[in-house]
């Protein structure tokens, strides 16, 4: 690769057509930046304290939020940096590194979004296998499980990228090295990249959500046959979380990664690419904690624990 690279380092164009407007962005997206860590180091922390938590829907849900904030964490420091900056460099490494680790992260939540469909419909379906099949020997295999091949899809996708030469342009028309607007820089065809890229993006996306639609399906047939209203509202409503996320989720990676890296156009995808870099981490936590019955009363217990101690105290 270091032979035939003649680029050292991108220069990150962002949102600097925006001129002054750059100052406000950076005011939102840093406010938006601290609710998502605040957030999702809430419900990891709620997880890890309160003992009623510790089942496999909610050891999903703390390795998500952990991964979520990991995948901000890869993006979102260095966008802020490079509003406020008029040298909005990043080296070629940086930018492989980069890429790495936004594709690792971006495929284990995915995959562990799956996995949680693939819970919901072992609770409701199958409540009497329900600790055999999700013991926690079987939880954390599937949670390493995601990591491992969201890390090898992304090393897979991260190297079809970076084995082509890059020999002259080097304004990357993002606010951080994405797929789409950094082969395009590539000076050689890239067809075939492209095209292994895609089959990669079916792969990692609809795999995951044709598992999600089949689990609902069996857990939408079980819902009809439980008799009462309430026992139906119950059912569903833990399910309700989980499902909204992966409309969101899906829906924007969706749009960026399930068509031909020809059609990239940059306004139109930097503006969907803030939905699931920005609103999606944000609305995950907020979604999990705000209407989750389990989450909200064990954030209540550990409140009310924390006032007791400092009251003897």
Known sequence: MANST???EFLLLGFSSLGELQLVLFVIFLSLYLIILSGNITIISVIRLDCNLHTPMYFFLCVLSISETLYT???LPKMLINL????R????????TQMFFFLGFAVTNSLLLG???????AAICQPLHYHILMSWRVCGQLAASCIASGFLGSMVGTTLVFSLPFCGPNKVDHYFCDISPVIHLACADTH???LLIFIGGVLVLLVPLFFICVS?????RTILRIPSAEGKRKAFSTCASHLTVVIVHYGCASFIYLRPSARYTSGKDRLVTVTYTIITPLFSPMVYSLRNKDVKMAIR???GKAGFFSKTL
Do not use: A, K, P, Q
């Open 192 to 194: 075939i990249n492209e």
């Open 84 to 87: 406020l900056s008029v040298l």
């Open 115 to 121: 996995v949680m469909g693939y819970d919901r419909y």
């Open 89 to 96: 460099t990043l080296s070629f490494v940086s930018c492989v």
């Open 6 to 8: 003649s680029v050292t």
């Open 216 to 220: 609902y399906g069996f857990i939408v």
């Open 301 to 303: 217990r550990i409140i």
């Open 73 to 75: 964490v890869v993006i």
